[in-house]
């Protein structure tokens, strides 16, 4: 570590977080190292360190020969400022080396309001901003993650996009790098080969054309790139690569805990959830395995606490075979289990009661909508009855804290649906009058509304966002309908999650807005110390890009999309069926009840989708 | 009740004194010495360090309390498996019985090296050692209930000022370390306040040895 870092440190908030040298951290001699990856993630070491699939892609580059991967977080504003002032540029946390000496330049993204990190990175790491500026093979950039599946926003800065897992195909990219690195590759030469990797997209192959109202005109691919480009995925999890020898961070970091997932892809459908579409098909994971590698991973991590993560978990058919094991296991080794997103059925709730012996938690529910007509509309099949229902058993059970998330603004939405949430927790409370047992400690309702936010790939990617004064009429008019004491009532500020609707179905012309909203300042949007959102307007002012373009005005089921050329596996077809369905009122069972016919199994060769 | 010696070098000093408990959890949880846990709420695994730490200090002589469940472990045992599971920068010295008190801990030796890049101002020493050698000074001091001024004077035993090469000067002090508290850290902040002019390019401090009030080694 230089002299200038030891002296920055004692100054700054947090200073562990900048050093490295956790347990299990990856050392390489450099000497041995062939190609250097430089894995960033485009925000602070607390939720970069909580995010598993980093952990998964670290293991997986870092087992390879002569790679070394290491990781990089977004400094938070005390660090950004010394590094500034002391023109440091940004580091890598393992060697402590400059990122602009990595080879390649790796970022995962999950959230659309991470893209100011991204490009606040690559300044603070001195690395040029634009794809075409970068000659060489030097700082190589390439992204993957859930915003990948529209990565149009970024496309001026990100070299190539790996879309979909990436265990298999991050191996064959840094490969293919290795040997183009060794054998002195021209950059064109590398991006042409690295886009045959399935599953690897490169932006400059495509050229977007747009219509004088703003609506794109065409894409066309240059030089004989394919028209679409398909997600890769992982058809045996059981034999996929995981690692359970993880960095266990020294300090605190917001999912502090083990986490391992149980399946992937989801059978509900809501029709509001990225996830629930991008991530299909369903594929297990056998209890077998996974109760294998949750001992591994206690005892190397030395964790006091594991999770079991998924999309869903109670539909995850080994949940009984697993925690019967697990639980006993866990209780001999003091260490907490928690199984978030269960859903409000039986077997749940004795799952409950027997987790409760290590741990009491809350009580969640996401309901999203008020009344079981807009429950319907987007295929939330959670009914009221299994809510008041599993609050009674709770509140009889000693609990007395339920929490409560909706959305606001989702379409068909009225003002009965709104009123439909003060109702509902209306019931709940007299739930709890009935059943409660600690009426003491009183009962705390804690209810929570978000501003809908219409993502790619699903059935509501056309839809319109409502504006920010409708949002925010909804939320007064509902705040006016909570009565009791027992309400703590939050609603998200509307501009944050109008920009996420920006960037989340935005085009190419975004980049201009990003960088220019980065070099005014912008970055660590998600942290309400950081968000500026005058700097962003203004940012759209100068570029001469209308928001409104993007959220209110909805787009043509006929519109080419920017995203039309990533194939997620879900096929256009059934998401336009969806969203008749959902206009219809009509839900649609999950795919346990029957295949709805999505597409996604067709990018399964050697299983069958596990819904 | 065992004890271990342990200390905190390189870069484990920007640790934060609650940060360093979970490392040691964990580092006992994988060495497989099973901690006993508290009786709660939440049951917490009972490991205690006598002596908070600011993030950025050195030490070599910090104690941990812990209690282990099960059959006993011989320390040796203890001590090799623990620095096995510990990450660089923390390392056990040493792990023994019937530690002493720790309300008898009293007083601390501390070294604070000043660094001057423009090497050390003329008569640097000689106007620290006339800056300690008064009979009060008063300096902040940030507590749960806001900044209160506190006298450094009388939690000072004793106080070493010498250059150690043209660029550096080393202050080591026997202090009163528990009841009251020193944090070595106000001795410099006494140089920022009263003698600006020293204000060094880099300060570095580290605890050296710990003692009850007749200064015999505590441990």
Redesign the interface.
Known sequence: ?T?LK??I??TVQ???R??????GEIQKKKDDVRVRVAFCFPDTYEIGMSNVGMRILYGVMNRMDGVWCERVFAPWGDMEEAMRIHSLPLWALESQDPVKDFDMIAFTIGYEMSYSNILNMLLLAGVPLHASERQGLHNMVFAGGVCAFNPEPLADFIDFFSLGEGEESTPQIVALYDCAKAEGWSKERFLKEVSRIPGVYVPSFYRHEYNPDGTLKRIIPLDGAPETVTKRIVEDLDSAYFPTDMI?P???IVHDRANLEVFRGCIRGCRFCQAGFSCRPVRKKSPEVLYRQAVET???????EITLSSLSTSDYRGLKELTDRLIPYCAD??ISLSVPSLRADNFSRELMEKLQAV??SGLTFAPEAGTQRLRDVINKNLTEEEILSTCAQAFSGGWSNVKLYFMLGLPTETDEDVLGIAELVYKIIQEWKEHGTSKKRGLRIHVATAYFVPKPHTPFQWEKQISPQEYLRRCKLLKEHFYSKSIEYDYHSPDLSRLEAVFARGDRRLGAVIETAVRSGARLDGWDEYFNYAKWCAAFQDCGIEENFYTVRGYGEEEILPWDTIDVGVNKQFLLRERRRAYEGVVTPDCRHGCAGCGANKLLKEVECDA | MPRALFEKT???V???H??LM??F??????A?L?LT?THG???R?SVSIALPMS??IESCCELLDFDLEGNPIPNEEILSRLNE?L???VRVMEVYDNGQKLRNLALMDCALVLEFDNGIPDGACEELKALFSRESLCVEKKGKNGVTQQDIIPMIRRMDIRETDEHSICITARIFCQNPTLNPMQIYSAVELYRPKLRA??VSFRRLEIYDIQENIFR
Request: charged share 30%.
């Open positions: 570590m002299d030891r002296r440190l004692p947090k200073p562990a900048y050093t490295g040298g956790e347990w266990v020294s300090t605190e206690m005892a190397h991590s030395g964790n006091n080794q003091h741990r009491k | 390189g870069n484990a920007w640790i934060s609650l940060d979970r490392v959890q964990r580092a006992f949880k994988r497989e099973p846990h709420f939440n049951p695994p993030v950025g599971k990450i660089r920068g390019d880099e």
